[in-house]
């Protein structure tokens, strides 16, 4: 695995193997966890136009980011760059860097683009650790705000609502209890349990995997038989977290990562619910199938051949109306 060592880019981060000689991924940690505050007076305070977030479309934990920036209606308040697709060496690459796209005075971005490692070494010229997507930065300061989605759709959900007047609530007070209980237990068998089948390199730590993702699938098709959403009646971050692992699966997962026990689309409930978060307004956006298939191909087959199937389609009727939800939390 690529990233930084005191600063310089290396093709194999030393200390920070992911993948253990029991053939098992483990994912590390994220390095920036800071916050926006509508504190006028904290470090990174709320303000539109500051803040922009380093995305790219393969990537569910950037689409995480991108969806509640959709939702939360901040695309006027936080800009977005998207990396160009498939992964050179250098890691994450975009047409522009932090100065804008380049116009022949600047090398921020040449014709071999601006690589998102550049970011982390202006932040901490003495970096070491992983450069990864979503990355949030402050504009104003030239820093790295935070790094780890989990974080960052928390931040998106509240920290702009004095600015844009949205009252979107994706964690609201009283599901939290319930919000964590299916966060605690979709982020290891499901979001993360993808990658942990797909690199997998021995076949226990395959099997361990596969079987425990299609039997946490299993469980959540059964909830979602009687409940409109994770949590209930209402639309939260947990659904938005599992959409984006979920919108991948069939395309990507199932072919590239091994997950081939059964597609979504063969799970009743789990197909439709997946079809209506994808209908919600202004999400179908920022999925782009192209992207992710022939990124996760590019991972898996070393030939870099795309899968052409399955077919998919998203936009047919979801029937979910017939469950009891009101869909959006509004914060009073
Ligand atoms: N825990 C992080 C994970 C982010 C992550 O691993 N992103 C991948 C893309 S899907 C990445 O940038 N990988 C580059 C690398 O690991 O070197 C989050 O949820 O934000």
């Given at each position: 695995m690529?990233g930084l060592?005191?600063?310089?880019?290396v093709?194999t981060l030393?200390?920070a193997?992911e993948i253990g000689p029991?053939?098992r991924f483990?994912r590390i940690d994220s390095?920036?966890?800071?916050t926006?505050?509508p504190?006028?007076s904290s470090?990174?305070?709320?303000?539109?136009?500051?803040y922009?977030?380093?995305?790219a479309?393969?990537c569910p934990?950037?689409?995480?980011?991108?969806a509640?920036?959709a939702?939360?209606?901040?695309?006027?308040v936080?800009?977005?760059?998207?990396a160009?697709p498939?992964?050179p060496?250098?890691?994450?690459v975009?047409?522009?860097?932090p100065d804008g796209?380049?116009?022949?005075?600047s090398?921020?971005a040449?014709?071999?683009g601006y690589?998102?490692?550049r970011?982390?070494?202006?932040?901490?010229?003495?970096?070491?650790?992983k450069?990864?997507?979503?990355t949030l930065w402050?504009k104003?300061?030239r820093?790295?705000?935070?790094?780890e989605?989990?974080?960052?759709?928390r931040?998106?959900?509240?920290a702009?609502?004095g600015i844009?007047?949205n009252?979107?609530?994706l964690y609201p007070?009283p599901l939290?209890?319930?919000?964590?209980?299916?966060?605690?237990?979709?982020?290891?068998?499901?979001?993360?349990?993808v990658?942990r089948?797909?690199?997998?390199?021995?076949q226990?730590?395959?099997d361990e995997?596969?079987?425990?993702?299609?039997a946490?699938?299993d469980?959540?098709e059964a909830h979602?038989t009687?409940?409109?959403?994770?949590?209930?009646?209402y639309?939260?971050?947990?659904?938005w977290?599992?959409?984006t692992t979920?919108?991948?699966?069939?395309v990507?997962?199932?072919?590239?990562?091994?997950c081939?026990i059964r597609?979504?689309a063969d799970?009743?409930?789990?197909?439709n619910y997946?079809?209506?978060l994808?209908q919600w307004?202004?999400?179908a956006?920022t999925?782009?199938?192209d992207?992710i298939?022939?990124?996760?191909?590019?991972?898996?087959d070393?030939h870099?051949?795309?899968?052409?199937?399955p077919e998919?389609d998203?936009s047919?009727?979801?029937d979910?109306?017939r469950?009891?939800?009101k869909?959006?939390?509004f914060?009073t």
């Amino acid at each position: 695995m690529a990233g930084l060592v005191d600063g310089k880019w290396v093709d194999t981060l030393p200390a920070a193997e992911e993948i253990g000689p029991d053939g098992r991924f483990r994912r590390i940690d994220s390095a920036f966890h800071g916050t926006i505050s509508p504190d006028s007076s904290s470090e990174f305070p709320a303000e539109p136009g500051r803040y922009h977030l380093w995305v790219a479309y393969v990537c569910p934990w950037a689409s995480r980011a991108l969806a509640v920036r959709a939702l939360k209606g901040l695309e006027d308040v936080i800009s977005v760059s998207a990396a160009r697709p498939g992964q050179p060496p250098e890691g994450w690459v975009f047409d522009e860097g932090p100065d804008g796209p380049s116009d022949g005075s600047s090398d921020t971005a040449g014709d071999s683009g601006y690589p998102l490692y550049r970011l982390y070494v202006e932040n901490n010229p003495g970096y070491t650790g992983k450069v990864t997507v979503p990355t949030l930065w402050d504009k104003q300061q030239r820093k790295i705000v935070n790094n780890e989605s989990a974080e960052i759709i928390r931040i998106l959900n509240t920290a702009f609502d004095g600015i844009t007047g949205n009252r979107l609530d994706l964690y609201p007070e009283p599901l939290r209890p319930e919000i964590d209980r299916w966060n605690e237990r979709i982020y290891p068998a499901v979001n993360n349990g993808v990658y942990r089948a797909g690199f997998a390199t021995t076949q226990d730590a395959y099997d361990e995997a596969v079987h425990g993702l299609f039997a946490m699938l299993d469980r959540i098709e059964a909830h979602l038989t009687s409940s409109r959403y994770l949590a209930g009646g209402y639309c939260t971050e947990a659904d938005w977290r599992l959409f984006t692992t979920l919108v991948r699966f069939d395309v990507a997962y199932y072919g590239a990562f091994k997950c081939n026990i059964r597609r979504i689309a063969d799970y009743p409930a789990l197909s439709n619910y997946l079809r209506e978060l994808y209908q919600w307004p202004g999400i179908a956006g920022t999925v782009k199938f192209d992207q992710i298939k022939s990124g996760y191909y590019a991972l898996a087959d070393k030939h870099r051949i795309v899968a052409a199937g399955p077919e998919i389609d998203l936009s047919l009727p979801h029937d979910r109306e017939r469950l009891p939800g009101k869909g959006i939390f509004f914060r009073t």
